[in-house]
């Protein structure tokens, strides 16, 4: 073992000590204690990483998720997510999921179960456009490694995959698959070792009549204090705050597929794979290889209908296997006819167009909302929870990008 991993058995020590991540260890967690100065709602990605990194400057944080930490209903959970830097040609998100990747390495560099699998990642495009230029001249200026890659050269490489339709692929080397749940538990597990508290507790939509917000109220009654209090509660955040987000996010309901490879069959691993985005469908098909012998997993990058994260059942349909069969066929044909190994149903939070949306709450001044990820989030996590941190602090300039005032209701 690398001595500069924190052993997986420290940091569940820590848990069991301490607070928890799990509902398991959760059971020995201690409500109470000395009011802390920061509370964050929501342990996905978005707010494990501010949690982390208000703890890290110093600050008594409490993080609050009602569910645990990446649950099965979260967005920040289930098995993978890709972080790439392919992103058409868009400086700002280009920079911070280089920076992100940074954090996501290092992280998966203490720990002895991997965070992240450098598999590559490769975009398919069916025409070969100057925006495609674009975004590499921003990446190659950031010394991010990165190929444009004719359609010969792509079908001698992956034979297993039919380019019929495509002009060009570019493959960026080092990117890849994050592990979704394992990191966000990890960064918690991280967050407590150092002395973060974690409760699993249901925080009631906030309300009062000052400037301020003194307090949160749990679903049992239980009043948490705070000075400032940060809501990075994912698709929830309409149902929390109905006014200021609204339907500025909508949860959109997304099936993910995983098939099962023939025995001895390496042609889906990610040593023969990359992870890959098909731009040429209208559906924007996605997916990976078979990383930790989950399968082949396949998705569709379209939003699919509104979903209500608490009440709907998270069963695909047989119409969404059917057509994922359909492309399969076309473009990896031997993948096609194998088993359905898993499904699963997640939710994007969609915003309007796609910025995510992180602003102090209109009438509370502290009190900060995160959210937003529609469906490339979990990649930032780190430039992300960096970000709320100094701007909960006063210490960072607000992005207006991020702004309300950028997110105008439908
Ligand atoms: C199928 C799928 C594929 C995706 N693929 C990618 C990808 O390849 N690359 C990428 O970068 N991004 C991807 N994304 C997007 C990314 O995963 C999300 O944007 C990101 O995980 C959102 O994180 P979050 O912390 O905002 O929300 P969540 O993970 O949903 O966290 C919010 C948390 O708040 C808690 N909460 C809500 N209300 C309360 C309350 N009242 N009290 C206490 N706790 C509460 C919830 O329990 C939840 O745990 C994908 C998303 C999905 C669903």
Known sequence: MNNSHISRRSVLKGLAAGSAVSSVSFARAKPGGAAPDI??????????????????????VLLLDAWGAAHSRASSGGETRLIRTEYA???????????????????????????????????LYPEDVPKID??????????????????????????????????????????????????????VGEFVNAGGRFRRFAVDAPRSDKVRLDTVFGTGGEKLPADRFIFACGPWLPKLFPDAVGARITPTR??????????????FDGTHLPAWVDL??????????DIESRGFKIALDAHGPKIDPDTNDRRITDEALADVRTYLARRFPDIAPRPLAESRVCQYE?????????????HWENVWIVGGGSGHGFKHGPAVGRYVANLALGEAKAESRFALISHPLP
């Open 39 to 60: 509370v964050v709602v929501g342990a996905g990605v978005f707010g494990s990483w501010t949690a982390w990194n208000l703890q890290r400057k110093g600050h008594k």
């Open 89 to 123: 040609g868009n400086a700002f998100y280009t920079g911070w999921a280089w920076e992100s990747l940074a954090e996501w390495q290092a992280l998966s560099h203490r720990h002895e179960s991997p965070i992240f699998h450098p598999v590559g990642a490769l975009y």
């Open 134 to 187: 674009t975004s590499i001249a921003i990446q190659r200026a950031l010394n991010i490694p990165i190929e444009k890659l004719t359609t010969p050269a792509m079908a001698k490489s992956w034979p297993q995959i039919n380019f019929d339709g495509i002009a060009v692929g570019v493959l960026q080397p080092t990117m890849g698959a994050l592990m979704a749940r394992r990191s966000v538990q990890t960064i």
């Open 254 to 267: 997304q099936d993910v597929f995983f098939f099962a490879p023939a025995a001895g069959d390496s042609r």
């Open 280 to 289: 040429s469908t209208p559906d924007h098909h996605y997916g990976f290889p």
């Open 350 to 362: 969609n915003s309007g167009n796609g910025e995510f949306l992180i602003d102090r709450h209109p």
